[in-house]
């Protein structure tokens, strides 16, 4: 089991940056694919990028590819969203998540067993 705590949020212009963190409990964070997704207020949880265990592999989706970058660290089992050329329409609570080994499908929130509470984005123009 894993406990997921996302940080890094807040306010930024449009054409700004943020750098969000999610922090995991847990011995076994190396075993975990980790995702990103965010849900904006009235919308469906939409899928953000995945990253394998060993961060070899990624895989973004479009609305979000060139600008947003994921990586990990599993010596501090952390996983990072960093976030560049911010939109307006990027405002959102952004969650992470994670399943134990390879994810069927990334893009269906259903995929992953474990998930943060969000932390809040807001892009202003």
């Known amino acids: 089991q894993v406990t997921l705590v996302e940080s890094g949020g807040g306010l930024a212009q449009a054409g700004g940056s943020l750098r969000l963190s999610c922090a995991a409990s847990?011995?076994?964070?190396?075993?975990?694919?980790m995702g990103w997704f965010r849900q904006a207020p009235g919308k469906e949880r939409e899928f953000l990028v995945v990253?394998?265990?060993?961060?070899?592999?990624?895989y973004y989706a479009d609305s979000v590819k060139g600008r947003f970058t994921i990586s990990r660290d599993n010596a501090k089992n952390t996983v990072y969203l960093q976030m560049n050329s911010l939109k307006p329409e990027d405002t959102a609570i952004y969650y992470c998540?994670?399943?134990?080994?390879?994810?069927?499908?990334?893009?269906?929130?259903?995929?992953?067993?474990?998930w943060g509470q969000g932390t809040q984005v807001t892009v202003s123009s």
């Open positions: 998540a994670a399943e134990r080994g390879a994810v069927g499908v990334p893009e269906k929130p259903d995929a992953y067993h474990y």
């Open positions: 847990g011995r076994t964070f190396s075993a975990y694919t």
């Open positions: 990253i394998g265990w060993n961060g070899v592999y990624t």
